[in-house]
């Protein structure tokens, strides 16, 4: 079976994780720019990172025999930093490049008015570069950072299929679905979301707009979530067809408007990025 992760921070996960996602179906993934864990201090911080998720991981993935594609963004925990929020001015000139297919991650983490600014600002780049937006719903206050968010999407010129909503849960999908955005679940090991209700869920509102994902980051976090939903839906009697819609076929169509998906992995890449080997340890 093929298994594209719509949303994984392969930056935070070892070699052998791209061996155990490729042995268990991964063939193609997205990464969507995301916070480090402590706060950048200035805008050359994110463009050296954006570079690394254009060059050297898709290396990496590509010698794994996975396709990698990113989505960039100044990320909702950052949003209000004003040593961060000029990189906006610098995301116009990613936007263009073949390997960004969305504007992520956005959204709100703690519903703030500079949030509320740089969702709107984000928006706005995704539709005058014709690409989707991946928008995180927050962990804490889900109901009200969905309704808030859907409020702003009302107002933005993106359509709602061109938008995924991500984070979602029993709690919020409802909303979503009514929206007519994308839906997104990341399936994690022991909070939040997992296989069994995710399952659930496709029994109640079915496969359409649906995305899986891990999520997965340095987080308490597992890269095999997608092929463990994929498990449990053939365990509860979901057809092949069912499966393969919800891992592959979905994120095929919803990241494809962006005109850029690359699915073909082909042979291993040569042994080195930018005179970088993974083989002998980057020296
Ligand atoms: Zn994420």
Redesign the pocket.
Known sequence: MRIFDP???MTSRTTDDYAAMYEAGVRALVE?S?WLGQPRTSPASFCDYFDSLLGWEPYRAAQHGIAHHCTLALNPKEAGDERCVPVLDELPRYLVKDGVVAVG?IGYDSMTPAEDTALAAQLQLAADHGLPALV?TPHRDKAAGLARTLDVLRESELPPERVVL??LNETTVARAADSGCWMGF?IYPDTKMDEHRMVRLLRLHGTDRVLV?S?A?WGRSDPLKTRAVADAMRADGFTEDDVETVLWHNPVAFYGQSGRLQLETGPPPPSTHEGNSILRGGD
């Open positions: 949303h994984i921070h969507p995301f991650e995180h991500d984070h990341s994902n999520a980051d």
